[in-house]
């Protein structure tokens, strides 16, 4: 009899809460419309990056000398430089992606690689080529032959698109030319992007697909405790305190539920790429999302006020953002910051995800299941505090 009573009472307050969600417009925008739209507009915006992908522009510098000497000949000269014939391509935009702005002969100017710095320091190149002395020696006498490639270091994104186009540049290079080693490299690294993917969305997501549903839960729930007017009366209803904090659980996570549907479905529409499990995305989508969710109820319940609760949502989030991992590694902060960054969402919600999509690894896997049994263990503290703290709180009418 007990059980059916509370069951009742349950459904009528998830009744009511579903009714104070439906009329908080702001809430509902931010948690079901807003996610699809920045998924949709980041897909756009992916596609067009992929189709006309910016070229890197880069400045040569030569040190090989224009006439070769072989020393087993002792008289004799050969006029073809390969430097020369490298540069030639590099000229005629043969190598994909890859733009030359400048180009230096040391040889001929002392001040090639002075030159060549300012470019990179003056935003006018990206990437430094570096062709060394006896270039053209080394290919012809089968020597190993090294070029450095000095990429400018302040625009991070720029430094592995750099030496990849390099990388793949050389060795067009030498299968164009016939010089051995002969061989040819696969475009897809492992654990990669196919080209007929949204490249731009796919590694994006890692990142973007965490942050919505994190920032948009907690949104949705800051208000869910301190908005009940009167909040006393809240406190004195016949429904005991956890029956009317499950009832906001329930309802929030339904709500959570669509959001995830949504998401994962916009995001598939606009070229998403998932080598794991959809399925295994979307719970991984929804425990993140659940945590946001948790810490947002938290904050209603100690909050006296909105402004309160709207000011500790700030608070939480740039804490969340800074100890996320993606400006320090969490492994080079100090051991208080550790502590507080491995007890936030993002550090466990970043890795599920790359995993799941890149990856396909299922949650039998070790990492998958530390990170998603961390994140259940987590939301289940939070919740115990959030129910002390409402359960303190004292009655007044």
Known sequence: MGIKKTISRVFKLLYKEFSLIKGDKRALFMALVLPPLIISAFGLLGSVSNAQSMPIKCAAVTYDSLEFYYSEYNETYYNASWDQVFIEMLNNSQFNRLQMIEFYNASLDPYAMHNARVALANDKVNLIILIPTEF?????????????????????????????????????????????????????????????SNETMAWASTI???????????????????????????????????????????????????????????????????????????????????YGMCIGMLISTISGTETQANQLLVAVFLIMILLSGMFIPVENMNIILQIIAYGLPFVYGVPLISEIAFKAKGFTDISIFWNLTTLIILCIGIILLTYLIFRLKRKEV
């Open 136 to 196: 053209t020696e080394g290919i012809e006498l089968g020597f190993p032959v090294i070029i450095d490639a000095i990429p400018d270091g302040s625009n991070v994104q720029n430094v592995q698109s750099s030496l990849n186009l390099l990388f793949d540049a050389i060795f067009k290079f030498l299968n164009t030319n016939n010089i051995t080693p002969q061989f040819n490299i696969a475009t897809d690294p492992v654990f990669g992007v196919p080209q007929n």
């Open 208 to 290: 973007s697909l965490p942050f919505l549903v994190i920032g948009s839960s907690l949104v949705l729930t800051i208000l869910s405790v301190v908005n009940e007017k009167p909040i006393p009366r809240l406190l004195i209803t016949p429904a005991k305190k956890s029956e009317i904090l499950a009832a906001k659980y329930i309802a929030n996570a339904v709500l959570m539920i669509a959001q995830c549907v949504l998401i994962v479905t916009f995001a598939s529409i606009f070229g998403l790429y998932v080598a794991g499990s959809m399925l295994n995305l979307f719970i991984a989508l929804f425990i993140t999302g659940f």
